[in-house]
Structure formats: C-alpha cells, structure tokens
C-alpha cells in the first residue's frame, strides 16, 4: 500500500507508541490511526476500495510562565530552590544550560544569588505537551547581573544574548559535569583542604556519585587516554594551539573516546569514579592555557559571534519586552522582601 509522501512518518513507528487498527467482522482492513507526538495525529481510512489519509494536528496553546527563584539556607543550591519555585527538572537544566558559560553552578552559587526567568510551556486543551524554552532569564549575584535572551539566530540555532547582542556561548563551559549530579557542597568543600594539604593541587575537585557522565568543556581532539596509578583512568584534550584540559580519576571512558577523537563541546567523554590515588569518587579537573594551570573558573575567554549588526535592530524590538518584565518581576521580589520584613 503505498499512499505518497504523506505517510512517510508512519514508516517510522516508535517503540511505546501505539498504533490503532480498525477492522471489519469479516477481518478487512478499515483504518489506522497512529500519534507520532502528542501535536499530530494520522488517520487512514478506507473509501470504498482505496484509502485516504488525514494529518491532523492539535492546536497547541503557548502558556507564559515567569519565576524568580531565591538561593537560600533552605534551598542553598538551583536544584532545590528551582523544586521549590515548582520549575521542572527540564526547565531548572534549560536554566543551567542558559548560563553554562559564565556560572559554575557548584562553585559560584551564593546565598542571596536570585535567577529570574521567563519560559513558554506548550498546552494542548489543559494539558501540558512539552515544556518550553526559557525565552529570557537574569542571574543575580552580589549586586551583578547576567541577562540573557533567547534569539533565533541563522541556521535556525537559537541562542542566548546579552541585552547589547552578544553571545553567551563561549569557548569553554565552567563545569564539566552537571551541577544536578554532584552530592554535595559539603562534600566538595571537605575535599579540598586535604588535597591542599598532601600535594599542590592544580585542578578544581568535583564530589559525584561514581559513573555521573563527564562532559568535554569545549571542542577539541583527545591526545591522550590512559591509565596508570596516580591519575587513574584520564583524559587529555588539546583546543586548538592555546588549551588543554584534562580529566582524572574516571571509572571509565566513554565509547568511542580514544587518543585521536574529536569532541564537541558538551559530548560525554566519560564518567566519574575513583580509579588512582583518590579516596571517593570524584573528577580532578585541570584547565591550562600555553601549558599553565589557571582556574577554569575565573580564566578570560573570547565569545562567540555576536548577532550581526543587520539584525540587531530586530533583536532589540523584541528583547526590550523581556528585558522590562525581567525587572518587573526582579521589582515585584524586592518590593514583596520589603513588605515582609516591615511585618516582622
Ligand atoms: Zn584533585
């Protein structure tokens, strides 16, 4: 049966997805009808001795949320401060992915530190299809503030840019693994005075759980994967001419990873363990530039390609929006704060 172009979705039936087959009593085929997504449905029905084909698709409401979430005593880290503002796990890793560039989210997170977003959910009838995309959010820290906003650049990559149109992509993320992994602070702050102590230590120490994925903090080649007992199972990667980073401790490498492979940034290259001289699972991370050891965290980096100046007119036409509800609600908090402190 072949039905044209049309159907060439059907070809492709997921796993866990449910096909509907309408059958008359004598056992002929009547129907089909099949949901690739919760957005589309297929129908095809027989008329007479042929059949016809109907693409519907639900029509799917876009449903404005914003948030401002409080780094405090109860909640002293985005995870749990983004659970308590009711953010779903997609939506508090959008966030971080947002600004992994810019924020170490195990290291820089201060009490007091605010994030102020603004995202679109997607509803069919009452129901929620696919969380959204963050169109706009803010990261305050001590009196300095990172905004962000969401354009479309060309090629149909998104991004995020500042209110002046530059990119917040940038060469290196600051933490090679998610924030959402790692155990503890405690853990993390426990660790370093012994490391101090014992060896000079060139590298930032990540406590998480043993195999939690290692990602590569930028694009680069491996040059190196071994073993051997100080450092365990590593990996090195060159950037171009300037950096290296390398990557210790690892319970394993991930498939494919081999001295010679390239790496985008953000791929998993392997995962954490405590293979060498390391007493807990960990990742030993060291980031050095002309063959220097520098802090990951605080080390300059250029940016990527800011929006071109044809289409900055357009951007600030409909960032300015955003950028005025950003300070509404960030406005709202304070007065709110200022209110409740006047109670007490
Ligand atoms: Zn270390």
């Known amino acids: 049966m072949n039905l044209g172009p049309q159907v060439t979705d059907l070809r492709w039936i997921l796993p866990n ?61 985005l995870y749990l401060a983004g659970k ?24 820089d997170i ?36 990172h905004t962000a906003i969401r354009y479309e650049g060309s090629g149909n990559r998104s991004n995020y840019y500042t209110p002046k149109g530059l990119s917040l992509r940038k060469e290196f993320i600051r933490d090679p693994v998610h924030f959402s992994h790692i155990s503890s602070q405690f853990n993390l702050r426990r660790l370093h005075p012994i490391h101090n102590r014992v060896i000079p230590h060139r590298g930032i120490d990540y406590a998480a759980k043993h195999g939690t ?32 980073t390398k990557y210790l401790h690892l319970s394993n490498f991930a498939s494919n ?6 790496v985008v940034q953000g791929q998993v290259i392997g995962y954490v363990g405590s293979t060498g001289l390391a007493t807990a699972p960990h990742l030993h991370y060291e980031f050095l530039v002309n063959g220097n050891h520098r802090n990951p965290r605080t080390v300059k980096q250029s940016k ?11 951007f600030h036409e409909k960032s300015s929006r955003f950028l005025t509800e950003l300070s509404l609600i960030q406005g709202k908090a304070i007065y709110a704060n200022a209110e409740n402190n006047m109670e007490k």
């Open 257 to 262: 990873i081999e001295a010679g492979s390239s």
């Open 17 to 77: 997805k449910v096909l509907r087959i309408k059958a008359s009593d004598s056992g002929r085929l009547e129907g089909v009808r099949y949901s690739p997504d919760q957005l589309s449905n297929f129908l095809v029905e027989r008329n007479n001795n042929s059949f016809e084909v109907k693409k519907t698709y639900l029509k799917a409401k876009t449903k404005i949320t914003r948030k401002q979430v409080i780094i405090d005593k109860d909640a002293p880290n």
């Open 304 to 314: 990527a390609l800011p929006i071109p100046k044809s289409r900055l007119q357009d």
């Open 84 to 107: 308590r503002t009711g953010l779903s796990d997609n939506i508090i890793m959008k966030l971080s992915y947002v600004f992994q560039w810019d924020i170490s989210f195990v290291l």
């Open 213 to 244: 994925p290692v990602v590569a903090a930028g694009d680069g080649k491996i040059t190196t994967s071994k073993q051997n007992s100080a450092k365990g199972k590593y990996l090195v990667l060159r950037h171009g001419q300037l950096y290296t």
């Open 110 to 145: 201060r009490l007091g530190d605010t994030f102020t977003l603004i995202y679109a959910d997607l509803y069919v009838a009452s129901k929620k299809v696919k969380d959204g995309e963050i169109l706009a959010a803010a990261y305050t820290s001590m009196g300095k503030n």
